[in-house]
């Protein structure tokens, strides 16, 4: 399984997002991935579907919208609409996963569940098999730039051990405090998705960024330790 990159929007200049997304899809970006919170499940507000349909007029690569939101129910339907092509949930606010996770997938978008750092990977075990992939977050959701919690590079290769189990190829996303110092680290623990913000926004060239982030993510691919 290759790795992809997918580039976090929140850290781009939101007056200038169709700039952003050429820059990163230049970089060679696999991915758009796109910070949905409501002020209730995350303290912080960003962006809803309209916005989404913007970008997807605009994106060449297809659009990850992960969401930070206390009732995905009430608008999965209206992110497929907006043209998402995998939206993740949380499973710390759905206590009926199993069928939100159908509802996605009905809808012919990638289902995937996300853990915060203190949920532990037991939380999905019953859900494993029919989720399209993981996402680990490797900060507390709510900002960019925040810096990587260690304990997520085990959490990595537990949920790949639980998903092996399960026999699921679905691959781990990660998200939270990415960069050239911690890709290489999660890449060997078995996340393939790669989410960074801050390590391509906050840089003056993000299509460089981006690049380069692929290149040391692909090395570490390459290490005899990744699994
Ligand atoms: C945080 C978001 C992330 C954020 C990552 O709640 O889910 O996607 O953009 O930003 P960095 O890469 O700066 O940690
Ligand atoms: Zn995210």
Redesign the pocket.
């Known amino acids: 399984m290759s790795v992809r990159i997918a580039p976090?929007i929140?850290?781009a200049d939101f007056a200038a997002l169709g700039n952003a997304i050429a820059a990163v899809e230049r970089g060679g970006a696999d991915l758009i991935?796109v910070?949905v919170m409501d002020g209730h499940f995350?303290p912080n507000i960003t962006i809803g579907p309209p916005v989404v349909a913007s970008l997807k007029r605009v994106a060449r690569v297809p659009l990850d919208v992960?969401l930070?939101i206390t009732d995905p129910d009430k608008y999965i339907g209206a992110f497929a609409e907006a043209g998402a092509s995998m939206i993740s949930v949380h499973v710390e606010v759905l206590p009926h996963l199993h069928r939100t996770v159908w509802a996605i997938k009905q809808l012919g978008v990638k289902a995937g569940v996300v853990l915060n750092p203190a949920t532990p990977v037991v939380a999905i075990k019953e859900i494993a098999p029919d989720v399209d992939f993981v996402l680990v977050m490797s900060?507390n959701?709510?900002?960019?730039?925040?810096t990587f919690i260690p304990r997520s590079e085990s959490k990595v290769a537990e949920v790949r051990a639980l998903l092996d189990a399960a026999g699921s190829d679905a691959p781990i996303e990660i998200?939270?405090?990415?960069d050239q110092t911690t890709v290489g680290r999660v890449v060997r623990a078995g996340a393939r998705i790669l989410?960074?913000?801050?390590?391509i926004f906050h840089t003056p060239d993000p299509e460089r960024a981006t690049a380069t982030l692929r290149a040391a993510a692909e090395t570490a691919l390459a290490s005899p330790a990744s699994r």
Request: no cysteine; net charge negative.
């Open positions: 976090s929140l850290s991935h910070d995350v992960h930070m900060v959701p709510g900002f960019g730039g925040q998200d939270g405090g990415i989410v960074a913000g801050s390590a």
